[in-house]
């Protein structure tokens, strides 16, 4: 048992705000590495991409037809079609090796590379070939150029096809294929090492036993940092003694260290000083509900986050100050990445001028009701909710039927309807 | 050179609303399977899940502070403290094992099991201990239950904690953690196959080379798998060889199969043909644009969606009839998981009655730029768009000032700000 850190209160409670911004101006996007483009969908591009090809490299037929030169179709219709030599088959990746003249046509598939000498396709429904493949009758003229695609139509070489800071979507990892590149540089992913502390802790999977509990706090925060882009760095419960927490706080890889439980002010809670002692404990205690005993700082090149033990207060205080650091050194924006919908307030909301609260809603029939600001041991609140609802030390509470934005936990059961169908079909 | 396929146009084309209507009757979730705890996040649980436990299994601290009987408390202000003997520490997983009598107290850590006796406790803020730590004096009554933690306040034995259908939060796997879960059943994975055909194709990876083209589609489908929760299984690309490709789409281990190329009706398509054979052919030819030439249906027990190789044709008739199939197999809404705004058009969208179209379109200023009805070639189009249009078939386009809704593809450029922070704050 420790006997030298006394009980004692926070002397003075920093605002939500004032950390916030602090995070935002200690915090860069993290150097880039090379990604495999398989795995780059996701990810944030560290590079400016130009395309150092044109695609397509060829000109291709942007439909089944037959390839001619346009001129010779001119005057072609249903009563009075017009014959052509039908020479060969030009397939994709298998071109037409000869020469299209004047009354010749080559079979030619979409995606097919153009024959040389033709400059335009007539679609196969127009069509008639005869039984033997050597004839084909065509009914429709076409322009020159019509059913082309150019060469360079989709991109152009030299063209720039993706800005930095992108974040890779499954059509623009398809367009790097495209484009033949094997990989791209992205900003790298956070390293983020857990640090749970507690010797009344049990393994996740265990069964609760006695005066024991079960970890569930690293259970929500591998779940939360893989939302945000984080990977975990290896995980083990630590006791609550001072030189392993100390040991786990320091650790090299980690740009992100998430400590949880022992950030309090407590007997047994060595967090903050290991922390202020490592590097700096640039804040600790926070004016908000719930989460007010959070620390953060900074050990080595780390940010370092001491999140209160108690399971909302762990939810809120990474959402707050965690979430957006996380994401900024992914190259990812700071904000809160939950979707948002605005409804009235069933229940008025009580807060206190200068506190942020974070506050679990309910919907019910379209409207928010408040399920509990305090409570912070009560995980199961943040099941039962919908999302949350954020009173800014502006206000002493919100009102009964005061219109409030919901950051919803999930979309499921608030799904749009299908975009195919109008309201009314 | 297949030639027993002439090419010829679709007899007729199904509205998208009919082909969506029936994936939506044919598709059944998957069965359950069993999923470790760590891996359970995102994933729609199969069981209802209740509690076999209360958590907390003992009464707790919800303070640091001091154990006592309440009501020997009452009375006690800064002016007039009580003094306390101080029998010992509770500290999480440590209980004081003693009894806690008249005039007694005992050292309680947040999370500490009540010990004995005790019925409420000081928090630490209003208590002075002496230097020796054996006595405490207290400043500020506690009423009987003040502080503590009732066994259950969590979660109580038998109680239905979660319910089958819900896609896990991470909140809702630190409660199965807390609850002692080490496992859930969770809906499968669909489990998908991709089907890439194409002589002129070359893998992901390569650089474009002559009249061949880099595999793009299978790149673009693996991330929208991966949105919509399927699981690819081994993938290559194939030749253009009917036995293949037949072999291909007959895997006995796919949920679903997604051809990409071969899906239309010319020389080299053989994948209706193939699919007809194998199982059911049930719709060729829908009336949309792009991808018109999709086709689908069933072969065994799975879908099989034959979608066109142009990657815009391939990304649409994907997100219109692939990816519903395979969110609702899993589980999941089949709605659109795109976030939607509302906003006025630049210009008008030109369409036809009867027939969906599915536009890219641009954000500027608050408004939506159509970027293209048609090209569906033209990959870039989807990289340069922030979303798409659905103009359905009721409608013969879209006036210039029309408010329409987009379906974005992705939200970074739109993140909405801070929730600390208040208009003008």
């Given at each position: 048992m420790v006997r030298d850190v006394r009980m004692r209160g926070f002397a003075e409670r920093a605002d939500v705000a004032e950390v916030d911004a602090f995070l935002a101006e200690e915090t860069r996007s993290l150097a880039s590495e090379e990604v495999e483009l398989l795995d780059c969908t996701g990810r944030v591009l560290a590079e400016g991409v130009e395309s150092k090809f044109d695609v397509p490299g060829f000109p291709r037929s942007a439909m089944d037809g037959y390839a001619l030169r346009g001129e010779e179709s001119f005057g072609a219709s249903e009563y009075a079609p017009i014959p052509f030599d039908v020479l060969g088959t030009a397939l994709p990746g298998a071109a037409f090796e000869g020469q299209v003249g004047p009354g010749q046509a080559v079979r030619i598939m979409t995606g097919a590379p153009i024959p040389s000498g033709a400059d335009a396709v007539v679609m196969a429904e127009v069509c008639s070939e005869s039984a033997d493949g050597d004839r084909v009758e065509i009914s429709e003229a076409v322009p020159p150029q019509k059913n082309v695609g150019v060469a360079g139509e989709d991109i152009r070489k030299g063209d720039p096809v993706l800005a930095p800071g992108r974040r890779i979507r499954p059509q623009d990892a398809a367009l790097l294929a495209s484009i033949g590149r094997p990989r791209v540089a992205c900003i790298a992913r956070p390293r983020v090492k857990l640090v749970v502390t507690g010797n009344e802790l049990l393994p996740a999977g265990s069964a609760p036993e006695g005066v024991c509990i079960v970890d569930s706090n690293s259970v929500m925060l591998r779940g939360l940092v893989a939302r945000d882009g984080g990977q975990l760095l290896p995980f083990e419960i630590l006791p609550d003694d001072p030189a392993q927490i100390r040991a786990a706080m320091a650790d090299s890889q980690a740009d992100v260290v998430l400590v949880s439980g022992g950030s309090s002010v407590g007997q047994e809670d060595h967090a903050p000083r290991l922390l202020a002692e490592l590097g700096s404990l640039d804040f600790h205690g926070i004016s908000?509900?719930?989460?007010?005993?959070?620390?953060?700082?900074?050990?080595?090149?780390?940010?370092?986050?001491?999140?209160?033990?108690?399971?909302?207060?762990?939810?809120?205080?990474?959402?707050?100050?965690?979430?957006?650091?996380?994401?900024?050194?992914?190259?990812?924006?700071?904000?809160?990445?939950?979707?948002r919908i605005r409804l009235p307030l069933a229940r008025k909301i009580a807060s206190s001028i200068g506190r942020t609260d974070y506050v679990r809603v309910s919907i019910e029939e379209g409207r928010a009701i408040p399920l509990a600001t305090s409570g912070a041991s009560i995980l199961s609140s943040t099941v039962r909710a919908s999302g949350a609802v954020i009173v800014s030390r502006g206000h002493e509470g919100m009102a009964e039927g005061e219109e409030v934005e919901i950051l919803l936990y999930d979309e499921d059961g608030l799904a749009a309807g299908s975009p195919l169908l109008e309201p009314g079909e």
């Open positions: 908000m509900r719930p989460s007010s005993p959070t620390g953060l700082g900074r050990a080595g090149d780390a940010f370092v986050f001491l999140l209160p033990g108690n399971p909302v207060s762990c939810l809120a205080a990474y959402e707050f100050f965690a979430g957006p650091t996380l994401r900024a050194l992914g190259g990812r924006p700071r904000a809160w990445p939950h979707r």
